[in-house]
């Protein structure tokens, strides 16, 4: 065997192969898991803080709802971007490529640009629909908030609510 990869002749290399793939893998469902856990988050916090600024007229709430997106898919695209380069380490190891048990991203596993992560399909398609759903439901709320009927009691004028 070489100090380079396993010698798949000897059982022993073969059986710590198997377990050095198990391992990357586990790392790959982690980094999938956490991304679907920040898909979750970003859409209950900016669905909250874009319905409360359409509910009680504080437009400011729709910027935290936009700063909200943006935040959660450039974390998201962190996490796309590190699986795909635990994607090439697994591949590497099945060519048998990388020293045993190594988890070392920057040797031999093939150099990703984030910003191809960021254009994936998984965060353009799921936060630009996002993010203009809130631009549509920011520009309705103010164009049905202009209509005049600001001055029934009960209605809100510029974040202020009037008495009934």
């Known amino acids: 065997m070489t100090a ?3 010698d798949l002749s000897n059982d022993q290399d073969r059986e710590d192969r198997r ?5 990357v893998s586990g790392v790959i469902a982690r980094l999938a898991s956490a991304s679907f856990t920040a898909k979750g988050w970003s859409l209950t ?3 909250a803080a874009f319905g409360v600024a359409v ?4 437009w400011y709430l729709v910027a935290l709802g936009f700063i909200v997106l ?3 898919a450039v974390i998201d695209g962190l996490y796309l971007h590190n699986e795909q380069k635990f994607r090439d ?3 590497a190891i099945t060519r048998n490529e990388i020293a045993p048990f190594a988890m070392d991203l920057s040797k031999r596993v093939t150099t990703r640009s984030k910003n191809k992560s960021y254009r994936s399909w998984s965060i353009i398609y799921f936060y630009c629909p996002l993010l203009l759903a809130g ?3 920011t520009v309705l709320a103010l164009a049905t908030d202009s209509g005049g009927a600001d001055d029934e009691p009960g209605h809100h004028h510029h974040g ?3 008495p009934r």
């Open 135 to 137: 631009i549509l439901l």
């Open 45 to 47: 916090i900016a669905g």
């Open 70 to 72: 943006i935040a959660f």
């Open 160 to 162: 202020v609510r009037t």
């Open 4 to 6: 380079a990869n396993y």
């Open 89 to 91: 380490l697994y591949d």
């Open 19 to 23: 377990k050095h793939l198990e391992l």
């Open 55 to 58: 509910i009680r007229e504080n």
